[in-house]
């Protein structure tokens, strides 16, 4: 509407009786202040009468909007949808009813302003005027209440019994809301003020960093260890679910079964049960279960793999809690770290809750994060533990519980609706005013709501919450109308409809805010989505009323829609009012914006709430750039460091087709890459950057990054020879370009490939040539650290132990120079491997913990676990055994199957060293042979993965398993077969020699002989 037009008024009218009103209204209303245009559906040329795209534009582009109420209206289908789309556009608008006994369509709930417009009388022509005056002035809010409560106390003369009680506390309500608007417009800055100041207050809240992990939970009675709580309140009392109740007992009792899925439809109450079920567990026949751990999808607190992690370390206690919540941080893959929580807790007793699952699941009813989707599929399939998860869910995650199959996986029936007597003793539970009155005690009555409603009791929960606003509609009325309109029809959806027209604007807006946002927020977020409306309002006081009326939960101090409803006020807001949704969804992620912990306060993963809620609430409003910058930082600064890029791996997803421009896909992908390959998920990882490189195809620059980064992925899935194929065609199209950092760091990748396969002095020949580069030109000193540690690590394989102390030497002075903490703490343990194969062993003690320090602070698994190995073996070279027993189980502690191999043959040497515990030793050597087959085809060069599984099969050989004995020497000669170098057999000498006098010394002696070629 432009500057100099006047308002115009929408009328929505039946042809059939409301022409004469219609006409009387077009006539008088230019009249009123400021002067109106008037639209009705009589201006379009055409014949069609029905809710054409023009009056939808019409009803849109109108500032005020008055529905006719007559008896052709009340039934018109056309009707009502001119008021639900005047709803959704936020119109205020007001009924005009020229004949006062025609009754209310229930489509227009209880409506903001009724004028009783009969001929002849000009009080309605006032009261009109009135409306239009204070319609955008802040008076609009408070003459709404006021009309309504003036009706409401007009209907209420006479009322009696508990219909009187209904009334007053309904008009105990609007007379508390009625005082709130008066002071709101009496001082709107004071009002305004205090809006902002719970804004910013609970602001701070969402800043400050998540709950310490280490807070000790509760312990119940039986000396469960409770962690966490369910959200909101359930019911007062279990209802009629014993038989579920029994068959979950059963099932948890057993040995076999490890996934349960308890599903049955939103509102069904299976919270409740589950609030029973873990009142039970402590007592026979659950007498087994130690703790249980409440996970809610639905909760303010993101479901992730780390969170199931932490809240299992949390069962144990300190300080063996505290050292696993260490190790938890460490970068490794999710199931070692899952190794590590269930060797902490052993065989006990813990089960798992996931309640709202279907939050986690994807259209096709699979885990969207396949971190989680793993590590409960090794819950299932791995003996000697006592963890058990129960799904509580519309739905389980029905791919994994068919891979995983049963007993292991298994559906519970589901549940259905309250049966009666059970629906009634709800309905009366939650009746405690006695708002029923004799309905309440009427088994016919209660049987007929139990058949309508199918028992669910959210249902219950909304029908009573919908009798706490219509005082004036008996019970047995709303039962009479839900069974004529809700044939055929989701009565939950029925009643939440119901409800919704039955709110003020103001409450319509609360909701669709918590809509929006989706999980548990605190009242300052809500108020930050209504800046037009909510300026000075208490928006805490009316989400108090919707929870008080059911329709609104509360977990802790923050308020939520069940999920169901969400989804439910979504899809009306994308279907009527999609730009709305869309503000909405931005205003939200600016909130969460404004929530981020400070970057110096972050500590754990749960304090990247902020961060994560804001990039999925980009996404859903379609600011997919924004999105992906997003998670690019998020990345870069934390989860990769944390080993948790994965968690973005969804939402990656989501953005890949939308994104503007080839270089933001060409990022996302080669990100996705990344964390494929963290998670070892390699074959992944080689499609998404094959992927990225044919969108860089005509770029040469990222051709070259993306080359170098596939190379990568491919040399750790031991596919050496492409590996370095793709590293030449880097280091060849760095130099064409003039990529000068790029070329070092290709050289460095190609050195170290070409070293792997046993071409030593290619690889020293690349190695020089990126020292050259660095030489000359700016490049990071990452990378020149690096160049000189793998310059080291090439001399040593060539036996030129001198030449490998001194590359070692100068590589550790420029990290510390350069204060690259961790790269300091590598290069310590480099020149600790170097040290303990010479003849000065005892002498790699010292760096090598120097070493484990470095880890220790920078949380890195791998620099951990190698140091320990390297520590390890110096105690074993040195006589030590059982100090290298105990560093060897420090290492196992921040394993990953990058290292495990190593981990479990040093493991089983040491074993073997400990006289009598040769069934220890075979077991280690055994793992590390079934994780080293796992590995794949080995590359026919890679003469250190033949060398390890030489050593694994000679340990099962010297553990009596002579079969193993051929292999073992086959094994070791496909690696002398690539590379004879000093520095490539020394180490597997030194651990043959390791195995003791008790070895055999035949065997010993023969693969010796094999190992020095």
Partial sequence: MSGHELPQIFISYAHADGGDMKDLLRRRLPDLPPGWRVWTDDLIDTSDRTFSLPIQRAIDASAVSLFVVTAASSESEYCALEVERARSRRLPYAVIRPRPEVALPLTLGLPPKLIDMVEGDEAGWQKLERFLRDVGTPRESLSVIEEVREREIAAAVGATGTERERFELRDRELAASIERERERIADPAAAERRTRERIKQDLALDREPAPDPTADPIVTAAGVRMINELPGIPPVRFHDRADQLRRLTKLLEGPDTRLIALTGR????????????????????????????????????????????FDLARVLEDPEAGTIRNQLERPVPSVDKLTIVLGALGERGVLVVVDGAEELLDDEQELKDQDLREVCFELAVREGHGVRVLFVAQCPPRALFREVGRPRAVEVEPLEGLPMPAAGDLLRTLDSKNLFGPAATDDNFMSRLCDVTGGRPRSLELFYGILLIEWFTKPDQLLDRLEQESRGADVAVVLFDRMLNDLFDLEVRVVEALAVYGRPVLAGAVARLLPDVADGASVEELLGGLERRQLVRRDGERYYLPSQDAAHVVARLRKDAPDNLRTLRQQAADYHHAAWTPEQMVRQLADLDGHLNEIEMRVAAGEYEVASRLMNDLDQRYLRRWGQSALLLPLRADVAEHLPDRRSRIDNLSMSGAARSEREQYMEAVKELRGALRLARTVPEWKVVLWRELGAVEGLRGRLTRANRLFRMAVAGAHVLGMREEAARAHLNLGLGMARLGHFPAALRHNRRGLAIAERH???????????????????????HQEALKANARASRLAVGRDLQLLAGVCALRRAELLVDSDEAQAALEPAEQAHRAGLVARNAALLCDASRTIALVHLRGGRVDEAADAARAGMLHRSSQNAVELYLLRGIVAFRQGGRRDAARSAFAEAARLHNGVGQVARRDYGEHNIRGLVLAGLA??????????????FGRARAAAVAPGSVRRNEILLRQFGESADPLIVDRLLRTVQG
């Fill in 266 to 309: 939103d509102g069904m109450g299976k919270t409740a049960l589950l609030d029973r079920l873990r009142r039970s567990v402590g007592y026979a026949p659950l007498s087994d279960y130690r703790a249980v751990v409440l996970l809610d999808a639905s909760g303010y607190r993101r479901i992730t793999t780390a969170t199931l992690l």
């Fill in 778 to 800: 700016p490049v990071a000193d990452e990378i020149v650290v690096r160049l000189h540690l793998t310059r080291g690590w090439t001399q040593g394989q060539l036996g030129r």
């Fill in 958 to 971: 010297l553990c009596g398993d002579r079969s193993q004995l051929e292999p073992a020497i086959a094994a």
